[in-house]
């Protein structure tokens, strides 16, 4: 991976932008970042390269192959960002992607990443409100930063095993465990994100801990998935059968 380092990071976070899961458990890890001294370095990991593998037309809803072309042309614009601006780039940019990508109005409704012709004045934006220059959306469709992202995509499934999903995170690292998830559909308040969090890391930090899961979940509480604020989440199998919570 290239650009400056986060030194001494407490956690690396690995995230696609278009996992809406990922999303919602950074802005529960930046809670904890506003309560404590905690050092996050962000990291990229592709959807579409950990599926490569897969046939999207007989797994997948019809929507998930676009998505997660998306993600990946979205990575490219981090990887080079990175690149020119360094690591700390990424902080204002993963920040400034998920809130354009996740608090909109629902992706059936109006996705610009899906349009061509308002693709690139989309990612102008995002690239505006994180302080980037504009010229880093000349990435979209840059192949060549592809490289970097499978790269990096292999390095954090190398620390949890292959049959996982987004986000990936990397606690105490280099030496740490690193896990998938924690999977959340809603944001904790203030004071339960830190509590939350001190869970987590406990867990993680037990050398014998290995999993602890659930299939039913209720829909991300998020407007890209027609949830508003402030609306009761129900319990439901959202992703049912092949539509696995991790693709």
């Not at 986060?6 to 956690?11: F, G, I, R, T």
């Not at 944001?187 to 339960?192: H, M």
């Amino acid at each position: 991976m290239t650009g400056a380092r986060v030194l001494d990071a407490d956690l690396h976070f690995y995230f696609d932008p278009v996992c809406p899961f990922a999303w919602l458990t950074s802005t529960w890890v930046r809670q904890v970042i506003a309560a404590r001294e905690y050092r996050v370095e962000w990291r990229l990991v592709s959807l579409r390269i950990m599926n490569s593998h897969i046939d999207y037309a007989s797994h997948f809803p019809p929507e998930y192959e676009a998505g997660h072309n998306a993600g990946l042309r979205l990575l490219r614009v981090a990887a080079r960002a990175r690149r020119e601006h360094g690591a700390a780039a990424l902080d204002p940019l993963q920040a400034a992607t998920g809130e354009a990508m996740m608090e909109r109005r629902p992706w059936a409704d109006d996705l610009p990443m899906l349009d061509p012709a308002r693709e690139v004045p989309f990612v102008e934006g995002i690239l505006a409100e994180a302080g980037l220059p504009l010229d880093l959306a000349a990435a979209l469709h840059d192949e060549c930063e592809d490289a970097e992202i499978r790269a990096e995509t292999e390095a954090a499934l190398a620390l949890t095993g292959r049959d996982v999903g987004t986000p990936i995170l990397h606690v105490d690292p280099p030496n740490g465990s690193a896990f998938f998830g924690p999977v959340i559909s809603r944001r904790p308040s203030d004071a339960e994100a830190v509590e939350l969090w001190d869970h987590v890391v406990a867990l993680a930090r037990f050398p014998g801990f290995s999993e602890l899961k659930r299939s039913l979940r209720e829909r991300p509480q998020l407007r890209a998935y027609g949830v508003e604020p402030g609306d009761v989440g129900q319990v439901e199998d959202w992703h049912a059968g092949s539509r696995r919570l991790k693709r």
